[in-house]
């Protein structure tokens, strides 16, 4: 049974993470590591502390995975669970897989956020969680997926380089036009048809985190293919258009 849960980095995702525990978990206890916030032994806490969990989230930045798993190694305890929630999954589950050969742990990518979160009003039913590799027991990782299962959550399993495949042409897409939107300076009006709103939708909740942005090109092999890709076919379009124009 699951009694402490220590969640390292409490970026913008590290937050929403403490939220849903907070929220789907009240009776377990919560202690958070983040270098920003002075140590008070009821909600922050030291590393080792933290670490020193049943089970440890780890919601720093993917370009930080590296530093964030050797900080922990002295301290994770032989039944500790560690929980890899990046965006990418090739890359870090290498980390894990150099790093924790001997420890159990989880990869997965939850396919939602805060502000995925807050446009469904709270309601988690349908949000994917991608597992991409483990070293848990059977037994034990289905206990965890029957949870989540129970919550409304759905469970989708694939390898770690089919799901950086699948994102480099979705989330990864969904980001980079989010950019150029901002970018170019589109936003909404009030004469938004359906469809706009919903674009706009999928900006809104994506635009604002360009530190993702660029450690998810840096670090997923197939972004920058899919971002040539839909430049090149941008070109396509636009010298259709400026051919045909009178």
């Known amino acids: ?11 913008h995702f590290g937050q929403f993470v403490e939220l849903l525990v907070r929220r789907f978990l009240p009776e377990v206890e919560v202690r958070i590591f983040s270098k920003r916030a002075e140590i008070d ?9 933290t670490a020193t969990t049943d089970v440890v989230i780890l919601c720093g930045s993917i370009a930080g995975y590296e530093e964030q798993l050797k900080s922990l ?23 894990f897989k150099k790093y924790l050969s001997d420890k159990r742990w989880l990869s997965c990518h939850p396919m939602f956020g805060a502000e995925s979160y807050k446009k469904q009003n709270e309601d988690v039913s349908g949000f994917r969680i991608v597992v991409t590799d483990k070293t848990i027991g059977e037994e034990e990782y289905e206990a965890v997926r029957n949870f989540m299962s129970g919550l409304s959550f759905v469970f989708i399993e694939m390898s770690a380089e089919e799901h950086d495949k699948l994102l480099a042409d979705t989330l990864f897409m969904t980001h980079y036009i989010g950019q ?13 048809t359906v469809s706009f709103q919903s674009l706009m ?4 909740s994506v635009a604002q985190d360009g530190k ?20 090149d076919a941008q070109e396509v379009v636009l010298k259709g258009l400026l051919r045909k124009k009178v």
């Open 73 to 95: 190694l002295s301290y994770i305890e032989k039944e500790t669970v560690v929980v890899d929630v990046a965006t990418v999954k090739t890359h870090t589950g290498d980390l």
């Open 41 to 49: 032994e009821e909600r922050f806490f030291s590393l080792a502390k």
């Open 212 to 231: 993702l942005f660029m450690d998810v090109y840096n670090f997923n092999p197939y972004c920058e293919a899919a971002a040539v890709r839909f430049h």
């Open 1 to 11: 049974m699951i009694k402490t849960v220590g969640i390292v980095g409490h970026g």
């Open 201 to 204: 939708n999928a900006v809104e």
């Open 180 to 192: 150029v939107m901002s970018t170019a300076g589109f936003g909404r009006t009030n004469m938004d």
